[in-house]
Nanobody, 126 residues
Framework: QLHLAESGGGLVQPGGSLRLSCAASGYSSYYHAIAWFRQAPGKERELVSCISGGGGRIYYAEAVKGRFTTSRDNNKNTMYLQMNSLKPEDTAVYYC???????????????????WGQGTQVTVSS
């Protein structure tokens, strides 16, 4: 059983930065793909960024490319989402997810990830 726990959300002004963390406990494999999703009120959960298992390529959604950076520290079983130049449209609940996936992580829909954190609220507002 893999347990994920996010932290680092909060309220920030437009143009500000936040770093989200996702700590994994239980069985965690270097070969798990890891992902950050977000869900705004009234919208579907969408993929923000992911890293394919085994040190595979990193994917970013167009809306966050150049502003967000995903990384993982395998020694600490933790992944991070550094968010810079935040915009009001980035406001959402952010979730981390992990799964043992055969293909590149960006082709998978949210329901195909079986391991999720509880989510952390990010609000970008002046």
């Amino acid at each position: 059983q893999l347990h994920l726990a996010e932290s680092g959300g909060g309220l920030v002004q437009p143009g500000g930065s936040l770093r989200l963390s996702c700590a994994a406990s239980g069985y965690s494999s270097y070969y798990h793909a890891i992902a950050w999703f977000r869900q705004a009120p009234g919208k579907e959960r969408e993929l923000v960024s992911c890293i394919s298992g085994g040190g595979g390529r990193i994917y970013y959604a167009e809306a966050v490319k150049g502003r967000f950076t995903t990384s993982r520290d395998n020694n600490k079983n933790t992944m991070y989402l550094q968010m810079n130049s935040l915009k009001p449209e980035d406001t959402a609940v952010y979730y981390c997810a992990a799964e043992n996936l055969a293909l590149s992580c960006e082709v998978y829909r949210p329901h195909e990830y079986k391991n999720w954190g509880q989510g952390t609220q990010v609000t970008v507002s002046s």
